[in-house]
């Protein structure tokens, strides 16, 4: 069982900056790959960006790449999501969600855990 805890959302103006972290209970982090997904009002539900168990390998939607690095800290049972640029289309409540899949996966149906979401907000 692993249990997520999303922070760091808010209201941010575009071109501006976030970085979410979230936090992991459980001392097999290391054993999951983790991954970043968000959905907007009215939208589906989409990936962001995964990391694999090791940090090694990390991959993005085509919308947020350049912009968004994840990065994960076994230690510290946390993984991260800088978001630069940031667009007014990239408002959406932000989702944690680990994989017991070794590089992660863009389909959120192989996630067995999630966060609960924390909002990020940019304005025009």
């Known amino acids: 069982q692993v249990q997520l805890v999303e922070s760091g959302g808010g209201l941010v103006q575009a071109g501006g900056s976030l970085r979410l972290s979230c936090a992991a209970s459980?001392?097999?982090?290391?054993?999951?790959?983790m991954g970043w997904f968000r959905q907007a009002p009215g939208k589906e539900r989409e990936f962001v960006c995964a990391?694999?168990?090791?940090?090694?390998?990390?991959y993005y939607a085509d919308s947020v790449k350049a912009r968004f690095t994840i990065s994960r800290d076994n230690a510290k049972n946390t993984v991260y999501l800088q978001m630069n640029s940031l667009k007014p289309e990239d408002t959406a409540v932000y989702y944690c969600?680990?994989?017991?899949?070794?590089?992660?996966?863009?389909?959120?149906?192989?996630?067995?855990?999630w966060g609960q979401g924390t909002q990020v907000t940019v304005s025009s």
């Open positions: 459980g001392r097999t982090f290391s054993s999951y790959a």
């Open positions: 990391i694999s168990r090791s940090g090694g390998n990390t």
């Open positions: 969600a680990a994989t017991r899949y070794i590089s992660g996966s863009y389909l959120g149906t192989e996630y067995a855990y």
